[in-house]
């Protein structure tokens, strides 16, 4: 089966409006609609045999922090819809009860501009598509073949299981990258506010011994000297080069490659991206196969989830052998990226016909691996970090106090 990819419409934005009026009965109501404007509210009113007496824009908070829909609302949504249509909710319903009880208005947005073109007769994969920002191609190919299929609310379960379980290692990727980031970054913060403002002061009593300094002391000074004049060139060299870097990042394919094949060869840290990239292709690739998506499509949609460059050279590799007729663990056998226990457990699974079940019990391996390497680099780390802060704060102390300890020479 193939997934055909219909170019995006642009879509009119949906409006919340708050409406005050008279039922058929003469009874006085009120209550929200969304449409896409005042005229189109009015008509969906009139069709619910409801008089609007007045009918206005919601207005809307200046600074809305719920606005904002992120990966884990588009996880959480996804299990209510598999959850809804496996009880056997109509998709329509499950759309209109989620989004009017959804507590962010983002969401409540999104998924009224979803229900409005489903109502129209738009394909859920279809309406879906116009919002790539929250439901990708992976998301919208997978939705589709399940239409196709007749077993959507299958689909979607697979879909929130993977959602949760990508969002779940992309989370504990995040954490073994960012905690020993965040200490070393409050470390050098400590560091420079004693050289610029604590350091000056000792310097002011140190004048008055008239002796000489330990070389140790007199280092601390000197470095707190020169930041005090060069700072503002510190400043604006560390704006340059953090503006730099997202500026290449962003635009340069070559230098996001650069940097991705980077990270996997870090001491710590690369071990745990390897494993999280191969889980994310197992678990992708297990997911598109078992809802009847094609192996050479679910090949292309796994290697844009592995989220790293050097993988998805690698992967695509595979895919034109693939295309070629070989069989995808004798594809995997030569791009070294990935170990061989990994390729002998793809080729029992396409011997045996039951490839989607084995590349999950893969994706359920290196999540685990990577949980536990996470774990084990917390443990690591810590100790680690608290020598290098020991060391830059505890410097600065004993370089500051080692010549009062020696007062007694210092002085005489």
Not at 49 to 67: S, V
Not at 145 to 166: C, M, N, P, Q
Not at 395 to 403: E, F, R, T, W
Request: hydrophobic content about 50%; overall charge positive.
């Amino acid at each position: 089966m193939s997934i055909s990819k219909a170019a995006p419409a642009v879509q009119p934005k949906i409006i919340e409006y708050l409406w005050r009026g008279a039922n058929r009965a003469g009874q006085r109501t009120k209550g929200e609609i969304r449409a896409h404007s005042l005229e189109e509210a009015r008509g969906q009113l009139r069709r619910q045999g409801i008089h609007a007496i007045r009918l206005k824009r919601k207005p809307q908070p200046l600074l809305n922090r719920n606005a904002k829909v992120n990966a884990m609302d588009v996880a959480v949504i996804t299990r209510q819809i598999a959850t809804m249509l496996l009880a056997g909710v109509p998709l329509v319903t499950t759309l209109k009860m989620i989004s009017q009880g959804h507590e962010k208005a983002g969401m409540r947005q999104l998924l009224g501009e979803v229900l409005l073109q489903v109502e129209a007769g738009l394909p859920l994969s279809q309406a879906l598509r116009p919002h790539r920002l929250h439901f990708d191609d992976l998301y919208c190919d997978l939705v589709q073949a399940g239409e196709h299929s007749g077993a959507l609310d299958r689909v979607f379960d697979r879909i929130a299981t993977y959602w949760e379980k990508a969002e779940a290692l992309k989370s504990k990727i995040k954490k073994a990258m960012f905690y020993p980031t965040a200490v070393i970054v409050v470390a050098v913060i400590v560091t420079v506010i004693l050289l610029l403002f604590v350091v000056p002061q000792f310097e002011e009593i140190f004048a008055s011994f008239n002796a000489r300094l330990p070389a140790f002391t007199q280092m601390v000074i000197g470095l707190s000297r020169f930041l005090q004049h060069a700072w503002p060139y510190f400043v604006a060299g560390l704006v340059a080069s953090v503006w730099g870097f997202l500026v290449c990042h962003r635009r340069s394919a070559l230098f996001r490659d650069r940097i991705d094949a980077l990270l996997l060869t870090l001491p710590l840290v690369g071990p745990i991206l390897n494993k999280g990239a191969i889980a994310r292709f197992a678990r992708t690739l297990a997911t598109t196969f078992a809802a009847g998506v094609p192996l050479i499509e679910g090949l292309e949609s796994a290697g844009g989830a592995s989220g790293n460059a050097v993988y998805r050279r690698a992967i695509a590799a595979i895919r034109e052998e693939v295309i070629s007729g070989m069989q995808m663990n004798m594809a995997m056998r030569g791009q070294r990226r990935f170990p061989d226990m990994l390729v002998q457990m793809v080729m029992i699974g396409e011997e045996s016909g039951a490839l989607d079940e084995m590349l999950n019990k893969i994706a359920t391996i290196y999540e685990m691996q990577v949980d536990d390497a996470v774990d084990g680099l917390s443990s690591l780390i810590e100790p680690l970090l608290m020598v290098v802060i020991g060391t830059l704060v505890g410097g600065l102390v004993v370089a500051m106090y080692l010549p009062i300890f020696q007062l007694g020479s210092v002085v005489g």
